[in-house]
């Protein structure tokens, strides 16, 4: 440890020595690896002459090691009452404090050295002076059980009810640690019996946990409460049974405590004594009449956390004593099942003996068997199995899955059947199931007549029951040699696995299907109340669309199935209506923008018709624009403005000028000027050569257009807007 013949001096009391070694140049301040230092170890082991020899040398009297002791924490802590008064006298700091925060007189206090104690306090130790857990010196003397410290401590003005960081009061460390004097004391001298901590501990609840018989008959006699519960529920007859004390546990149901009470969780004393394998506790809870049935929230008896927890002797015991081997909890789980997750052999073993169901499934179907080769207990399946367990057993999700697919394989095999029976080619008929080929060269005989599909649904059927035999459970053919522990250990752990990961995936997808479900479901809704239709037709036909693609997926409920339809029906309805209105207001802005146009067109070819009917001679109405005699004009002062329509549809060109008889060519002018003439089509708006004439010579258009035209007005034909004459026989005819 690095001691110097200083040390060792000082250590044993030799002051002649020690100062023979000082004037011979020893330091004085040398320290051990601990930080103990010559004046350290002196007053540590009481020798006062050489604690005042080595101070008068020089050694520092504040020096403390590497925990934080000094001299006086050293003196105080072993009782030397003359070398802590020497130390005091000397200059030591009687306030000072190690690293846990404890000072002299609770360095004295926990040791029980009473003379210190008081001599400290009279030379002016803070009485109230706590460590950093909040531990006074009178709560650490109760806590070691120092009942002269205790009572001098209460004399000298401690306060008995201060408690530590924890809630802790000097009575309740006094209980927790068996000092049955120092409770009764504590008790006269004024502390709270019903003290209790900020979760709900009271000094009978740490008495009754830790097994102290007589701390707990004393309190209960000076009046505490023996159903003082825990903030989670749980009584000092609820701990002791937990911790297995059985003479605590008989003593609290002679002094009054409820044999029933129940944790928040539904747990009693007798299921948490049989959770810990405490069977002498369970016998004696049962004698007292305890109730063997009881289960927590969740469904769990005792029986069922006795197994869980591989306590073979309790899990006799409880059925000796009356417990239903074949209770379930909520889940469906038997004790059976719980001691097989687990992988508790020999519990398994018991219960089957014991008559428990091997066979037994929870709420999804999943036996013992399962629950042993999902967790990997190898050797609780080959027992499982040696004991009679089905190996073919399915859980319902699992045969409901293979259902599916055999329902699948049944459609598409009546299909091929049909087909055969209803004479198209095949390759011939499928192998059977056993695993035989198909003779080569055989094909289904071509008929129309009923017996083929009779043989179809005759083989459909067959296929059917097998796939249901296989489907319940029953080996095939080819495996009933193999042995059942052979079985268990090559397939089913692996089997158990691979099925736990895919269930594991299918779960995650359904969980996304069903969010994206309800997505659909909430823009399908918020459509049909109309805080989505600001964006047109268009995101509500996407809103039916995911609607729709979920439905087919069959990601809904059964309970919401209807629902659904309905929602979806309703936005099919509302998106119809919707497109209908959108195609409506497409025709009405087509037509009133056709309408400028024709105005347009109809103001300038007035004009020039009344010009020319003033040039011939004419009066009243105005003559066509053609001397050849065509449809007479509407009169000049009445509104030309009309719109086109063609087969029930209007359409409409560009916005520019429609060319009338006043800006295009005549046909015998265009004869002659062919090659150069270029004409506006009233259709398209373009510039065109290969331009026509409506047969009243108002309208011109080109040849791509007039096929159109032609199409249209074979239907309703369709109106000049000039003369406001309709137009039905409209040939294609003169070209420029």
Same mark, same amino acid.
Do not use: W
């Given at each position: 440890?690095?001691?110097?013949?200083?040390?060792?001096?000082?250590?044993? &009391? @030799?002051?002649?020595? *020690?100062? =023979? /070694? !000082?004037? #011979? +140049? $020893? %330091?004085?301040?040398?320290?051990?690896?601990?930080?103990?230092?010559?004046?350290?170890?002196?007053?540590?082991?009481?020798?006062?002459?050489?604690?005042?020899?080595?101070?008068?040398?020089?050694?520092?009297?504040?020096?403390?090691?590497?925990?934080?002791?000094?001299?006086?924490?050293?003196?105080?802590?072993? &009782? @030397?009452?003359?070398? *802590?008064? =020497? /130390? !005091?006298? #000397? +200059? $030591? %700091?009687?306030?000072?404090?190690?690293?846990?925060?404890?000072?002299?007189?609770?360095?004295?206090?926990?040791?029980?050295?009473?003379?210190?104690?008081?001599?400290?306090?009279?030379?002016?130790?803070?009485?109230?002076?706590?460590?950093?857990?909040?531990?006074?010196?009178?709560?650490?003397?109760?806590?070691? &059980? @120092?009942?002269?410290? *205790?009572? =001098? /401590? !209460?004399? #000298? +003005? $401690? %306060?008995?009810?201060?408690?530590?960081?924890?809630?802790?009061?000097?009575?309740?460390?006094?209980?927790?640690?068996?000092?049955?004097?120092?409770?009764?004391?504590?008790?006269?001298?004024?502390?709270?019996?019903?003290?209790?901590?900020?979760?709900?501990?009271?000094?009978?609840?740490?008495?009754?946990?830790? &097994? @102290?018989?007589?701390? *707990?008959? =004393? /309190? !209960?006699? #000076? +009046? $505490? %409460?023996?159903?003082?519960?825990?903030?989670?529920?749980?009584?000092?007859?609820?701990?002791?049974?937990?911790?297995?004390?059985?003479?605590?546990?008989?003593?609290?149901?002679?002094?009054?405590?409820?044999?029933?009470?129940?944790?928040?969780?539904?747990?009693?004393?007798?299921?948490?004594?049989?959770?810990?394998?405490?069977?002498?506790?369970?016998?004696?809870?049962?004698?007292?009449?305890?109730?063997?049935?009881?289960?927590?929230?969740?469904?769990?008896?005792?029986?069922?956390?006795?197994?869980?927890?591989?306590?073979?002797?309790?899990?006799?015991?409880?059925?000796?004593?009356?417990?239903?081997?074949?209770?379930?909890?909520?889940?469906?789980?038997?004790?059976?099942?719980?001691?097989?997750?687990?992988?508790?052999?020999?519990?398994?073993?018991?219960?089957?003996?014991?008559?428990?169901?091997?066979?037994?499934?929870?709420?999804?179907?999943?036996?013992?068997?399962?629950?042993?080769?999902?967790?990997?207990?190898?050797?609780?399946?080959?027992?499982?199995?040696?004991?009679?367990?089905?190996?073919?057993?399915?859980?319902?999700?699992?045969?409901?899955?293979?259902?599916?697919?055999?329902?699948?394989?049944?459609?598409?095999?009546?299909?091929?059947?049909?087909?055969?029976?209803?004479?198209?080619?095949?390759?011939?008929?499928?192998?059977?199931?056993?695993?035989?080929?198909?003779?080569?060269?055989?094909?289904?005989?071509?008929?129309?007549?009923?017996?083929?599909?009779?043989?179809?649904?005759?083989?459909?059927?067959?296929?059917?029951?097998?796939?249901?035999?296989?489907?319940?459970?029953?080996?095939?053919?080819?495996?009933?040699?193999?042995?059942?522990?052979?079985?268990?250990?090559?397939?089913?752990?692996?089997?158990?696995?691979?099925?736990?990961?895919?269930?594991?995936?299918?779960?995650?997808?359904?969980?996304?299907?069903?969010?994206?479900?309800?997505?659909?479901?909430?823009?399908?809704?918020?459509?049909?109340?109309?805080?989505?239709?600001?964006?047109?037709?268009?995101?509500?036909?996407?809103?039916?669309?995911?609607?729709?693609?979920?439905?087919?997926?069959?990601?809904?409920?059964?309970?919401?199935?209807?629902?659904?339809?309905?929602?979806?029906?309703?936005?099919?309805?509302?998106?119809?209506?919707?497109?209908?209105?959108?195609?409506?207001?497409?025709?009405?802005?087509?037509?009133?923008?056709?309408?400028?146009?024709?105005?347009?067109?109809?103001?300038?070819?007035?004009?020039?018709?009344?010009?020319?009917?003033?040039?011939?001679?004419?009066?009243?109405?105005?003559?066509?624009?053609?001397?050849?005699?065509?449809?007479?004009?509407?009169?000049?002062?009445?509104?030309?403005?009309?719109?086109?329509?063609?087969?029930?549809?209007?359409?409409?060109?560009?916005?520019?000028?429609?060319?009338?008889?006043?800006?295009?060519?005549?046909?015998?002018?265009?004869?002659?000027?062919?090659?150069?003439?270029?004409?506006?089509?009233?259709?398209?708006?373009?510039?065109?050569?290969?331009?026509?004439?409506?047969?009243?010579?108002?309208?011109?258009?080109?040849?791509?257009?007039?096929?159109?035209?032609?199409?249209?007005?074979k239907k309703e034909g369709f109106m000049c807007p000039v003369c406001r004459v309709a137009v039905k026989d409209y040939v294609p005819g003169?070209?420029?």
């Open positions: 440890d690095g001691l110097t013949s200083l040390y060792a001096a000082a250590c044993n &009391g @030799h002051q002649e020595v *020690v100062v =023979k /070694l !000082v004037e #011979l +140049g $020893a %330091n004085i301040h040398a320290a051990t690896k601990n930080g103990c230092t010559p004046l350290y170890v002196a007053a540590r082991n009481g020798h006062q002459e050489v604690v005042v020899k080595l101070v008068e040398l020089g050694a520092k009297i504040h020096t403390a090691d590497k925990d934080g002791l000094t001299p006086l924490h050293a003196a105080a802590c072993n &009782g @030397h009452q003359e070398v *802590v008064v =020497k /130390l !005091v006298e #000397l +200059g $030591a %700091n009687i306030h000072a404090a190690n690293k846990d925060g404890c000072t002299p007189l609770y360095a004295a206090a926990c040791n029980g050295h009473q003379e210190v104690v008081v001599k400290l306090v009279e030379l002016g130790a803070n009485i109230h002076a706590a460590n950093k857990a909040g531990m006074t010196p009178l709560y650490v003397a109760a806590c070691n &059980g @120092h009942q002269e410290v *205790v009572v =001098k /401590l !209460v004399e #000298l +003005g $401690a %306060n008995i009810h201060a408690a530590d960081k924890d809630g802790l009061t000097p009575l309740y460390a006094a209980a927790c640690n068996g000092h049955q004097e120092v409770v009764v004391k504590l008790v006269e001298l004024g502390a709270n019996i019903h003290a209790a901590t900020k979760n709900g501990r009271t000094p009978l609840y740490a008495a009754a946990y830790n &097994g @102290h018989q007589e701390v *707990v008959v =004393k /309190l !209960v006699e #000076l +009046g $505490a %409460n023996v159903h003082a519960a825990h903030e989670a529920g749980m009584t000092p007859l609820y701990v002791a049974a937990c911790n297995g004390h059985q003479e605590v546990v008989v003593k609290l149901v002679e002094l009054g405590a409820n044999i029933h009470a129940a944790d928040k969780a539904g747990s009693t004393p007798l299921y948490v004594a049989a959770y810990n394998g405490h069977q002498e506790v369970v016998v004696k809870l049962v004698e007292l009449e305890a109730n063997v049935h009881a289960a927590d929230k969740a469904g769990r008896t005792p029986l069922h956390t006795a197994a869980c927890n591989g306590h073979q002797e309790v899990v006799v015991k409880l059925v000796e004593l009356g417990a239903n081997i074949h209770d379930a909890d909520e889940t469906g789980s038997t004790p059976l099942h719980d001691a097989a997750r687990n992988g508790h052999q020999e519990v398994v073993v018991k219960l089957v003996e014991l008559g428990a169901n091997i066979h037994t499934a929870d709420k999804d179907g999943r036996t013992p068997l399962h629950a042993a080769a999902c967790n990997g207990h190898q050797e609780v399946v080959v027992k499982l199995v040696e004991l009679g367990a089905n190996t073919y057993a399915r859980t319902e999700e699992e045969a409901e899955s293979r259902a599916n697919q055999s329902r699948r394989g049944q459609k598409g095999k009546a299909k091929v059947k049909g087909a055969k029976a209803a004479g198209q080619p095949s390759a011939g008929p499928p192998p059977a199931r056993g695993g035989g080929a198909s003779a080569p060269g055989s094909a289904a005989p071509a008929s129309t007549s009923g017996g083929g599909l009779t043989e179809a649904l005759r083989g459909v059927s067959g296929a059917a029951r097998q796939e249901t035999r296989s489907t319940l459970g029953t080996a095939p053919a080819e495996t009933a040699e193999t042995g059942p522990v052979e079985m268990a250990v090559t397939a089913d752990v692996k089997v158990a696995q691979r099925e736990k990961k895919r269930l594991k995936e299918k779960q995650r997808k359904e969980r996304q299907n069903q969010a994206k479900l309800g997505e659909a479901r909430d823009a399908m809704r918020a459509y049909l109340e109309g805080e989505g239709s600001s964006g047109g037709s268009g995101g509500l036909k996407e809103a039916v669309d995911q609607l729709q693609r979920m439905l087919r997926r069959q990601a809904s409920t059964e309970e919401h199935e209807g629902d659904l339809e309905g929602l979806l029906a309703a936005g099919t309805a509302k998106l119809e209506e919707a497109q209908k209105a959108e195609r409506a207001a497409s025709k009405s802005r087509t037509l009133e923008a056709f309408e400028e146009d024709m105005m347009r067109c109809t103001g300038a070819g007035s004009g020039d018709a009344a010009g020319s009917s003033a040039e011939h001679g004419g009066s009243g109405p105005s003559a066509g624009p053609s001397a050849q005699g065509g449809p007479s004009a509407q009169p000049s002062g009445e509104d030309t403005r009309g719109s086109v329509r063609e087969g029930g549809e209007e359409f409409r060109g560009a916005s520019a000028s429609i060319p009338t008889s006043a800006s295009v060519t005549s046909p015998s002018s265009a004869a002659a000027n062919a090659e150069d003439s270029v004409n506006v089509c009233v259709v398209c708006m373009e510039r065109r050569k290969d331009t026509l004439f409506m047969p009243c010579k108002h309208m011109c258009t080109c040849t791509e257009c007039a096929v159109q035209l032609e199409k249209r007005k003169i070209f420029m």
